[in-house]
């Protein structure tokens, strides 16, 4: 062990970390499984175990001395009981136990919590805390009761006479004993060492770490509690910041790019070939992109514009840009779907110009993969379009300059690893139309730049979008008639998860189909498309679909994201209940693409006021951006990070969305410290650069690398 610069007496976090909760004395096997069931094993876990609330006990009054209308707690002893209400099924609904400390008598009424009644025996000690009324002469109503033992009178005891923490406990450990216990554990603990910079500290006003801890367990107030709170959410946010910040400081000191710089020949061709002129957000992206291109650093910038922004047109500006500074760019889709949408809009688009472009698709069959694979290495193919093929075993690049990654949120981190490797640093582009709260993308994204598409193009008329009762849906339907009278199309959702298209799941949506082509639109032609479906059917019906010859197209969510058919003006959702916010904006994108006023219909049956406050938000938001805060507020933010995009870490205080402001400080604050020292390498850095290793585990492996 080298860590020579701690100053002496101070306990790190990793020591603790390393110091088992069955050292406590009164952790037996019981408690210590009781422990581990709610994720804590070491001193560590224990005095991170923060209090999902206080009890404020601090109004510690005598019997004698209370007014009706406070709040009080007071220390006495039982001295009768009995019960109170009308009896059902034999049992009363509560209980009143006379109490008595010496200036008086109070009965006090608990309603529920039968339990007690047994243990609150004559003589036993209590510690109550409640609301004085009057109601047939003066009573405490008990809010909280707990047994005392003779000694917690004093106020230094963790159970009374303070803010007392209420922390989140399981069957096999009572709400008395964890107090204890992460009482006992802050002793034990003793100093910890402070892995943030004292002047950062003082700029911020932050206590320390150690004073933090203790504060957030048993504060000497609100006030007090605040603080604590406000470090630990600095704290928390800063770790991550720092470890963007040194994973963005490594990559760009060990990754050697190179520059590419096109002639402009192919780009200009491309550019006067397009219907329509970019918009300004487009252009400023491409110009930021090319300009990335350009340096001698590997480009490493996200993408982000809403469903129907134009992200695709960029990305072929960028394409373009590599093929002609001599080297191969790829783009990779989630869906094979979308692949080939993007291999026919890319080969019409660039039709006129000597660039050869290759789709590389799970469903290739042998002879087409060896033919694509020869042309990959062989450098002919200038473009590759495809899905997680592309980055299978056998497939070699001659020179790979440029990796698009077309609706990012929808591969895993390393997918878009792997991508990268098949080049020598590559430039990467990152695309995502699931538009992400900044908060959120500076924590998940943080070591990325950013471009933003925050402009639609022209004439974009904003989705109609209506909910309709289950029972109303043929109205829905009727609606929609009139737009295929127009000459128009539709989508016809059936709610299914995606990834597991289960046989059951199949049949719902045959079942549904069969419904619109024999009853709802027997006159007109219906289109099924689900995942479940061979490649080549699929894309039979796709075809048939985009040149008019398929007026409904019933689907699943394979159609979520990136398809792209101007002339379809109507999409009904039906179970939109059962779809996540981002689903639906990303499904209702699908018709916002033409020239008519597009209508979107979410047939639906709320069962849970969450399901109800989606599809309001949706009803009243056309914003991606604006829909994904609704989302983050709606659904809370607990999981966000343990989710298959991130590799980060679950926060466990900060709330992205409520704490936006300490976020941009941490980050800054974090980003000049590695500035000053890009591998953490000072001694004074070292003991935070150890925290971020031991909170963020292998995802930032790579810092410690040497
Ligand atoms: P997304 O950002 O969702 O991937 P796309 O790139 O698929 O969106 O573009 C959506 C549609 O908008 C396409 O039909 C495309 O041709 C069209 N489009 C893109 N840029 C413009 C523009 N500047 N003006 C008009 N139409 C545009
Ligand atoms: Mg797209």
């Not at 590759?384 to 093929?389: E, K, L, P």
């Not at 998940?444 to 950013?450: C, I, M, R, S």
């Not at 490649?535 to 969510?557: G, N, P, S, W």
Request: net charge negative; aromatic share 4%.
């Amino acid at each position: 062990m080298i860590e020579t610069a701690l100053p002496p007496g101070r306990t790190t976090f990793s020591e603790l970390r390393s110091l088992p909760a069955r050292d406590i004395q009164g952790v037996g096997p019981r408690v210590e499984k009781a422990l581990k069931e709610l994720g804590i094993s070491s001193l560590a876990d224990l005095v991170s175990h923060y209090p999902s609330r206080h009890e404020d006990l601090s109004n510690v009054k005598k019997i004698s001395d209370l007014r009706v209308g406070e709040r009080a707690t007071i220390f006495a002893r039982v001295v009768g009981m009995k019960p109170v209400g009308r009896p059902v099924r034999g049992r009363s609904p509560g209980f009143s136990a006379q109490l008595y400390d010496g200036t008086g008598y109070i009965p006090a009424t608990v309603w529920g919590r039968h339990w007690l009644q047994n243990q609150l025996l004559p003589d036993t000690k209590v510690v109550v805390s409640g609301e004085v009324q009057r109601k047939y002469g003066i009573q405490l109503a008990a809010k909280s009761v707990e047994i005392v033992e003779e000694s917690d009178e004093k106020s230094t005891g963790p159970h009374a006479g303070r803010f007392v923490p209420i922390y989140a406990v399981n069957k096999g450990i009572q709400a008395r004993r964890m107090r204890a216990l992460v009482h006992r554990a802050l002793d034990e603990a003793g100093h910890i060492l402070d892995p943030l910079p004292l002047e950062i500290l003082f700029r911020h006003e932050l206590p320390s770490l150690d004073d933090a801890i203790q504060e957030v367990h048993f504060p000497e107030g609100k006030a007090a509690l605040k603080m604590a709170m406000r470090r630990l959410i600095f704290h928390e946010l800063f770790i991550i910041q720092a470890a963007l910040a040194a994973r963005k400081a490594r990559i760009e000191e060990t990754e050697e790019g190179r520059s590419r710089v096109g002639d402009g020949l192919l780009l200009n061709r491309f550019v006067k070939s397009l219907p329509f002129g970019f918009t300004g957000a487009q252009e400023r992206s491409i110009a930021e992109v090319l300009e990335d291109m350009r340096s001698e650093r590997p480009m490493r910038r996200l993408l982000q514009g809403d469903v129907g922004s134009g992200k695709t047109a960029v990305a072929v500006a960028a394409l373009l840009t590599a093929v002609e500074a001599g080297g191969q760019g790829a783009i990779m889709a989630p869906t094979e779907v979308l692949a080939e949408q993007h291999f026919l809009s890319f080969s019409k688009d660039l039709e006129d110009l000597p660039v050869n472009i290759v789709l590389l698709t799970g469903s290739l069959g042998a002879a087409e993969r060896r033919i694509a694979h020869e042309r990959i290495q062989n450098g002919e193919a200038n473009i590759v379009i495809g899905t997680h093929a592309l980055i299978q075993k056998g497939v070699e690049f001659n020179d790979l300059s440029l990796v698009v990654v077309d609706e990012q949120h929808r591969f895993g981190v390393a997918q878009r690893t792997t991508i990268k490797e098949k080049g020598a640093t590559p430039d990467t582009l990152i695309m995502t139309a699931t538009p992400i709260p900044r908060t959120l993308s500076l924590t998940l994204y943080g070591d990325l730049e950013v471009s933003v598409i925050d402009e639609l193009p022209p004439g974009r008329k904003p989705v109609e979008t209506s909910v309709v009762p289950v029972d109303g849906r043929l109205d829905a339907y009727d609606a929609v008639r009139h737009e295929l009278d127009d000459g128009r199309q539709a989508y016809v959702i059936c709610p299914l998860v995606e990834e597991s298209e289960a046989l059951e799941d199949v049949r719902a949506v045959e079942e549904l189909f069969e419904e619109l082509e024999a009853e709802i639109y027997p006159d007109r032609s219906v289109g099924l498309l689900h995942g479940r479906m061979k490649a080549a059917e699929k894309r039979e019906v796709m075809a048939d679909f985009r040149e008019r010859r398929i007026d409904v197209l019933v689907a699943t969510v394979v159609v979520e994201v990136g398809v792209n058919v101007e002339n379809a003006s109507a999409i009904v959702i039906e179970g939109a209940e059962r779809f996540g916010l981002s689903q639906l904006h990303q499904l209702r994108g699908r018709v916002c693409r033409g020239i008519h006023p597009p209508k979107c219909f979410l047939v639906s049956d709320p069962k849970t006021d969450d399901s109800e406050k989606r599809l309001e938000a949706m009803v009243e938001h056309q914003d991606g951006f604006r829909l994904s805060e609704v989302d983050l507020a709606i659904r809370g933010e607990g999981t966000l990070f343990g989710s298959r995009q991130s590799g980060m870490p679950d926060l466990k205080v900060a709330k992205l969305l409520r704490d936006m402001e300490i976020l941009v400080e941490a980050r800054r604050e974090a980003f000049a410290l590695v500035e000053s020292d890009p591998r953490l390498r000072k001694p004074e850095h070292r003991p935070l650069r150890r925290e971020i290793r031991e909170l963020l585990g292998e995802s930032v492996e790579w810092l410690f690398r040497e």
